[in-house]
């Protein structure tokens, strides 16, 4: 079992800045893809940046060259730097951790934290 905790979501207005930041806890050593998702109202959750065991990344395309995710493996926490934000990027973003085991792969959710950028 794989715990996570967001925290750092916030209002904030168009142009501004926010770092988000996700604590895991429990098979720490068995994680091996980590990343968040957004879901904006009324449309499915979608991927914005992940980080592999590996240190590679991967962003949406609206995330690109304003978004940075990045991880402290001392702290086990994985952050989202988020920077120029925009009205679309408002949502819930979600941290993931993908756990494989015994050729099935887990992924673990955390609660949220809500990110709304106004005009």
């Known amino acids: 079992q794989v715990q996570l905790v967001e925290s750092g979501g916030g209002s904030v207005q168009a142009g501004g800045s926010l770092k988000l930041s996700c604590a895991a806890s429990?098979?720490?050593?068995?994680?091996?893809?980590r990343g968040w998702y957004r879901q904006a109202p009324g449309k499915q959750r979608e991927l914005v940046a992940a980080?592999?065991?590996?240190?590679?990344?991967n962003y949406a395309d609206s995330a690109k060259g304003r978004f940075t995710i990045s991880i402290d493996n001392a702290k086990n926490t994985v952050y989202l730097q988020m920077t120029s934000l925009k009205p679309e990027d408002t949502g819930v973003y979600y941290c993931?951790?993908?756990?494989?085991?015994?050729?099935?792969?887990?992924?673990?959710w955390g609660q949220g934290t809500q990110v709304t950028v106004s005009s």
């Open positions: 429990g098979r720490i050593p068995a994680i091996k893809d």
């Open positions: 980080i592999a065991g590996g240190g590679s990344t």
């Open positions: 993931k951790a993908d756990v494989p085991d015994r050729g099935t792969t887990f992924r673990y």
